[in-house]
């Protein structure tokens, strides 16, 4: 009874990953229940979910679970530190060279241009 329950509060397939939500939901409205969640936890693996409450504990949990969702992850491309960068590259900054071959490209141009 309580497995079957569990699935239907959670709208999970997967009893473990059903658990582990409902204890964290337990968890968040904990200063509103009487005692800690592992106690409830256990009181309803003991005794079962009651059908009357069935109904209840699945809008309340749905309604916990759309605000508790993290938000999303920022658009890609979007720079948080443009010095950490490596794509940023401004007007007034080079990359320096990294190679024997591009290091004497470079002193060869120097040359030429007689700096």
């Not at 009893?15 to 200063?31: D, V």
């Not at 509103?32 to 809008?59: C, H, M, N």
């Not at 309340?60 to 979007?78: I, L, V």
């Not at 950490?84 to 490209?105: C, E, N, Q």
Request: proline fraction near 4%.
């Amino acid at each position: 009874m309580f497995t079957n329950g569990l699935l239907y509060i959670t709208d999970q397939k997967h009893r473990g990953r059903a658990k582990k939500q409902f204890h964290n939901y337990l968890r968040s409205c904990q200063p509103y229940q009487q005692g800690t969640a592992d106690e409830w936890l256990a009181r309803y693996i003991r005794e079962g979910f009651k059908p009357v409450v069935l109904d209840s504990l699945r809008t309340e949990f749905n309604n916990w679970k759309a605000r508790s969702k993290t938000p999303k992850k920022g658009k890609q491309g979007q720079m948080l530190r443009r010095s950490k960068d490596g794509r940023f590259l401004g007007p007034s900054v080079k990359r320096s060279p990294k190679t024997k071959l591009a290091i004497h490209k470079l002193a060869e141009e120097k040359r030429a241009f007689g700096s």
